[in-house]
């Protein structure tokens, strides 16, 4: 599975749009982008899955360029408790679904 | 609600002891995940099972084994636990697809 590279970290003030981008540039035709997200001692949640286009649900939108190399992570309208460590992942749909972690974005939405 | 459950939140151990964490999950999946989380080094997988009896390596297996004798169990083992391997553990068992991830609320392991 190819690679992700995040920023560490990020603010972003209440209300606004969170915009948490990914380089993914040795992504493969047939990989998908996932993110997750973790809350402070919860275990990671699913957000959104996309292949190419771009993909939109109740929680984000996710924008993967045309090169498939990059996507970002929008959350509209965020609130405090969007406050977490966002992950992206890339993965082969092959039969066993690992899904490898990364050190993510860290996510601090402030009032 | 579907669940993944983690017999224990917290768990102090010696050094040199043999450590079981176990896991349920009772949606039927056929997948199941061990990670640890420690800071600065996200998540990383240990083991992983995507059928009873069945198991892979994932990134980091050494000085682990697992044990899947029924669908809904998944057991990480550790053999002779050591200082290193304090650490947040968490399951996850999944549908496939890479989306239907669904993890329990981890075990804090100190060995001391």
């Known amino acids: 599975d190819a690679k992700t590279t995040q920023p560490p970290s990020m603010d972003c003030a209440e209300g606004r749009a969170a915009n948490l981008p990914c380089n993914h540039s040795?992504?493969?035709?047939?990989?998908?982008v996932y993110w997750y997200r973790q809350i402070h001692s919860q275990g990671p949640q699913y957000i959104i899955h996309?292949?190419?286009n771009n993909e939109t649900n109740e929680m984000a939108s996710l924008i993967i360029t045309e090169d498939r190399k990059s996507s970002t992570l929008i959350l509209p309208h965020a609130t405090l408790r969007d406050t977490a460590v966002y992950y992206c992942i890339v993965r082969s749909p092959d039969n066993t679904d690992k899904l490898i972690f990364g050190t993510g974005t860290r996510l601090q939405v402030f009032p | 609600d579907v669940k993944v459950t983690q017999s224990s939140r917290y768990l102090v151990k010696r050094t040199g002891e043999k450590v079981f964490l176990e896991c349920v999950q009772d949606?039927?999946?056929?997948?199941m995940f061990w990670y640890r989380q420690d800071p600065g080094l996200g998540l990383r997988l240990i083991y992983f099972s995507y059928d009873v009896k069945m198991k892979e390596k994932g990134d980091i297996p050494e000085g682990y084994s697992v044990s899947r004798e029924k669908k809904e169990r998944f057991s990480l083992i550790l053999e002779s636990a050591s200082t290193n391997q304090t650490s947040m553990y968490l399951c996850?068992?999944?549908?496939?697809?890479?989306?239907?991830?669904?993890f329990g609320s981890g075990t804090r392991l100190t060995v001391v």
């Open positions: 996850a068992s999944s549908t496939g697809g890479g989306y239907g991830y669904t």
């Open positions: 949606m039927d999946h056929e997948n």
């Open positions: 996309g292949l190419k």
């Open positions: 040795t992504i493969s035709g047939n990989e998908y």
